[in-house]
Each structure stands twice: as structure tokens, then as C-alpha cells.
């Protein structure tokens, strides 16, 4: 089954704590993306990657770090956590063909993070 | 930069059509989107368009026209379960990453008995 999955689905961990976020996908998708959502502001993106080794800051890059090792999966990493990082964060990857213009976004299921 | 309007919330009857509109302002269009979201779960893909006119699926359509940036989504013969929020969403290649997606704020869309 084609699908996207995202690690733990909920976290509740204290500020500083280092935490990573992992998502992998069986798609054999080039592109992949991390979107935080908050109420009232919607669907932010944090990182993308449009293919292995290859990444770039989306609108609220702060305090987030990725990597893309492995086509497959695209780990958010929290280096030192922050209250205002809780939130429900999605990871979603795509096909590159036709310069992606018309392949969907494939989300994962979320991961809630609350950060005391 | 990417500006995205969508009404915040809409109610509906059941049986009936509802038209949810989405305005943006980019300074590059490679399509647009819409997701459906419930509460809480992943957004899933409804509708793509890139050429002006509207696309039918079933019982929803999406409509675009590049020279106003404007598009809308309609639901017809709405149930209650189409009670979610509907996200739209703009692939450009400034803002939100190269060939990345804006999203709207959603419009959480109410279907009443």
C-alpha cells in the first residue's frame, strides 16, 4: 500500500530535549515536505527536499533541522525544543514528473508534538 | 510571496450544493489545489487544475481562472460527512519552496441536517 508514515503520532516532551521526527515513504517519490499546522494559521511549510542530498528552508525554517540520506525517509529534527514548537506537524512527498505541477501531495497520518 | 484567501467557515444542508471560493496572488502558477481535511487526520487530495474551466469528479468540481486568481471548489448532493475543512492550495515556484505548495488558512465547511 502506497503510503506516507510519520513516528510517534503523539509526544509529550520537555524544552531542550533533542527529538527527531521520522517519515518515510514507499513511493519512490523525489520530493518531499514538512508542514506544521496551527489553528487560525493553517498549513506552514518548514523544509522540502527535491531529491536526495538536496534540501531547503520553507516559510518557518526556524529551530528545525532535515536531512535526505535515503530517498525513502526525511527526518525532522528538533535540536533544542521550544513551547512555541508544539503543534500537529505533517510530512507529505510527491513525483517529480512534469515538474511536479500536477502530482499531489501525499501526507502522512501527523505526528502531535507538545512541548512543556 | 504567496497570498491565499478562503472564507474561514461555511454552512451547508444536506442534499444540497455548497461553493467554496479560494483567491491568490502569486508571482508564479504551476496548478492548484484542493485537500479535504477532517479533524485532526492527514489532508487528502480532491482536485488539481492548471488550465482555466473547471474539472468534475464525481460529485465535487473545481474551478480556475488563472487571470483573476481565482478558483472555487463545489459540493453538490452534500452529506454529512463531507463535514471537514477544505484547504487550497498554490504550487508556485517563489515562496514555500521551489515547485512547493502554499496552503490557504482552510475553510471549515458545516453540513446541517
Known amino acids: 500500500e502506497a503510503q506516507v508514515t510519520q513516528n510517534p503520532r503523539y509526544l509529550i516532551t520537555v524544552t531542550g530535549k533533542k527529538l527527531t521526527v521520522t517519515c518515510s515513504q514507499n513511493m519512490n517519490h523525489e520530493y518531499m515536505s514538512w508542514y506544521r499546522q496551527d489553528p487560525g494559521l493553517g498549513l506552514r511549510q518548514i523544509y522540502y527536499s527535491m531529491n536526495v542530498e538536496v534540501t531547503d528552508k520553507g516559510d518557518v525554517p526556524e529551530g528545525y533541522k532535515v536531512s535526505r540520506k535515503e530517498k525513502r525517509n526525511f527526518p525532522l529534527i528538533l535540536e533544542s525544543p521550544s513551547p512555541n514548537q508544539t503543534s500537529l506537524y505533517f510530512c507529505a512527498s510527491s513525483g517529480a514528473g512534469q515538474g511536479m505541477g500536477n502530482q499531489p501531495q501525499h501526507f502522512g497520518d501527523g505526528t502531535r508534538l507538545s512541548i512543556l | 510571496g504567496q497570498n491565499i484567501d478562503q472564507p474561514t467557515e461555511m454552512t451547508a444542508t444536506e442534499g444540497a450544493i455548497v461553493q467554496i471560493n479560494c483567491t491568490y496572488q502569486t508571482s508564479g502558477f504551476n496548478g492548484l489545489f484542493w485537500y479535504q481535511q477532517h479533524a485532526g487526520e492527514a489532508p487528502t487530495f480532491l482536485s488539481y487544475n492548471v488550465l482555466d474551466g473547471l474539472e468534475e469528479k464525481g460529485r465535487f468540481s473545481s474551478f480556475l481562472s488563472r487571470s483573476k486568481g481565482y478558483s472555487y ?18 504550487r508556485d515556484r517563489i515562496g514555500g519552496g521551489a515547485d512547493g505548495l502554499t496552503f490557504g488558512k482552510g475553510t471549515h465547511l458545516i453540513i446541517q441536517p
Request: glycine content about 0%; hydrophobic content about 50%; some cysteine.
Open chain 2, 73 to 90: 471548489l463545489l459540493l453538490k448532493e452534500l452529506q454529512m460527512k463531507d463535514s471537514a475543512s477544505y484547504l487550497c492550495a498554490v
